[in-house]
């Protein structure tokens, strides 16, 4: 039997197929009947799945990234396809063919960090050409930010997606700083290389897309400043001269307020430059990537526009076809 990939899914489809099953949630509804809730996912994507009626056996009989075979139906429900699973199976790894999990978005790892070396090479400012050449030297770090994805699920969330992520972001840098000539361009560009560094160790990608629980407990933002304190004083040991006190503070601020807004996290506002301007052009290249994704994936292949996204307060327009 051909295998139907998440992406290719429709409503009303019967399923017998292995997915690799992540984020179990055992739940009550509201008669105090539990249910099973996860996410099944392959190369192409993810879908939710819920198995009514479940045991505590059920969810003891599998972990989140293990393989399992799942029958059961497919339904739209609120502009998103999900499933319905009547039955659900662990399965050995020898039952499993790779190339059904392996990540469909096809990113240049070599081409990317060959480019990422010469965006960071033409910082101009000399401690910080060390501090850079730090990064590009360690190949512990490099091995993780070149698999890290950028997110679990809204954006650049695939292995590579957030190598591809910072170097789309420094592309924008470099072709925006000249025209705002008061902002330090070497501190955006190297600001926007450190902003989501932490999410090396925040997130968990060997198999499934997950939170660490360094990540759960600390975040990325704390876990980046971490990252550049200890490349600051490698940077100096190297050079034999001290990273000015306020380039790191400025450094440090850009990582910490890149969110933006303290709804989404940030623990500080941005105050510098550089800072507005790194938030700005880090949410541009994340919600064009997450967009695109949407218009990708979208279930109503028949009509100009998508399903609504609660969560957007939208539809989104596809255009006319053909």
Request: charged content about 25%; overall charge negative; aromatic content about 8%.
């Amino acid at each position: 039997m051909t295998r139907r990939y998440v992406n290719q899914l429709g409503h009303q489809e019967v399923v017998d197929q292995i997915f690799l099953v992540a984020d179990k949630q055992l739940r009550p509804n509201r008669n105090g009947n539990l249910y099973l809730q996860m996410e099944l996912s392959d190369r192409t994507g993810r879908i939710g799945a819920r198995i009514w009626n479940a045991s505590e056996a059920v969810y003891k009989a599998f972990e989140n990234g293990d393989f399992v075979r799942v029958e059961g139906t497919t339904q739209l429900f609120q502009g998103a396809m999900q499933m319905i699973a009547t039955r659900l199976t662990k399965v050995p790894m020898n039952e499993v063919v790779g190339d059904d999990f392996a990540p469909l978005r096809a990113v240049d790892v070599d081409k990317l960090v060959a480019r990422l070396g010469e965006l960071l090479r033409s910082l101009t400012e000399p401690s910080l050409q060390t501090l850079a050449e730090c990064f590009l030297m360690d190949e512990t770090f490099m091995a993780k930010f070149t698999k890290a994805p950028a997110g679990i699920k809204n954006h650049h969330a695939y292995l590579g997606g957030l190598l591809e992520h910072v170097v789309n972001l420094m592309e924008v840098v470099v072709r925006v700083a000249p025209c705002y000539p008061e902002i330090d361009r070497n501190l955006l560009l190297i600001g926007a290389f450190l902003h989501d560094l932490g999410k090396i160790d925040e997130l968990a990608y060997e198999r499934e897309l997950s939170y660490s629980d360094e990540g759960q407990l600390i975040g990325h933002l704390v876990m980046a400043v971490s990252l550049l304190e200890g490349k600051v004083a490698e940077a100096e040991k190297l050079s034999g001269e001290t990273v000015p006190v306020e380039t790191v503070l400025r450094l440090k601020h850009m990582i910490v307020s890149h969110h933006g807004e303290y709804g989404f996290g940030s623990p500080k506002l941005p105050m510098t430059l550089e800072a507005v301007a790194l938030y700005c052009l880090d949410n541009l290249d994340a919600k064009v990537n997450s967009f695109q994704q949407l218009l990708r994936d979208d279930p109503n292949v028949d009509s100009h526009w998508t399903a609504f996204y609660p969560n957007l307060d939208r539809k989104l327009f596809k255009g006319k076809r053909g």
